[in-house]
C-alpha cells in the first residue's frame, strides 16, 4: 500500500494530468498533455510525444475499475506493483528519456528538462535548484542512467531525500 508520500508524489502527477480538475484522467487528458508538451517542442515531434502519452494511458486504464477513467486509486494500484515490476519502471523510463531528449542527444539539458515540467504543470516554472539535484555527476545534464535510476525513485521510491522522488518538482506535503 502506498505510503502518504507516495500518495503525494502521484498527486502531484495526476493533477497536472487532469486538465478539467474532475478528479479522473481520460485519454484526452493524456492527449492534451502530449499538445503542450509539442507547442514548446521541437516542430514535427508530436506524434512521439502522444506515443508516449497513450502508452501511459493503456497502462493505466489497464488497471482501472472504470472503463475510459482512471481515478488516483487506480493509479495507485499501479504504484503498488511497481516495486515488482522493475522493467517496466525502466521501459516507462527509456520512453519518458526519448521524450524529452529533444535533440537526441542522449542528454537531457537543463531546458529540455524546464520545458517538459513546464508542459507537465501548464505555466512557466524554476527548475535549476531541482535539475542540479537530479544531475548527480555534476556534468550540466541528465544521462539516460541518472534519468531512469530517478524516475524508478520516483515512481517505484519512497524516500523523501532521494533526488528522484522531485523529478516533477517538489511534492507537497
Request: hydrophobic share 45%.
Amino acid at each position: 500500500m502506498a505510503s502518504s508520500f507516495q500518495r503525494d508524489k502521484v498527486r502531484l502527477v495526476f493533477d497536472a494530468l487532469d486538465g478539467d480538475g474532475d478528479g479522473t484522467l481520460r485519454e484526452g487528458d493524456f492527449e492534451a498533455l502530449a499538445r503542450r508538451w509539442a507547442a514548446v517542442r521541437v516542430a514535427g515531434d508530436g506524434e512521439r510525444l502522444l506515443a508516449v502519452m497513450r502508452g501511459w494511458w493503456d497502462a493505466l486504464a489497464a488497471h482501472s475499475r472504470t472503463t475510459g477513467a482512471v481515478a488516483i486509486e487506480d493509479v495507485l494500484t499501479v504504484v503498488d506493483l511497481l516495486g515488482t515490476m522493475p522493467e517496466a519502471v525502466t521501459a516507462t523510463a527509456d520512453a519518458m528519456f526519448e521524450a524529452v531528449d529533444e535533440n537526441r542527444d542522449g542528454l537531457v539539458s537543463p531546458a529540455e528538462y524546464r520545458r517538459m515540467i513546464e508542459a507537465w504543470s501548464g505555466g512557466p516554472a524554476d527548475t535549476g535548484e531541482t535539475f542540479a539535484l537530479l544531475d548527480l555527476d555534476g556534468d550540466g545534464t541528465i544521462s539516460r542512467e541518472e534519468f531512469a535510476a530517478h524516475w524508478y525513485e520516483f515512481w517505484a521510491g519512497n524516500d523523501p531525500a532521494a533526488p528522484g522522488s522531485r523529478v516533477f518538482g517538489r511534492v507537497p506535503g
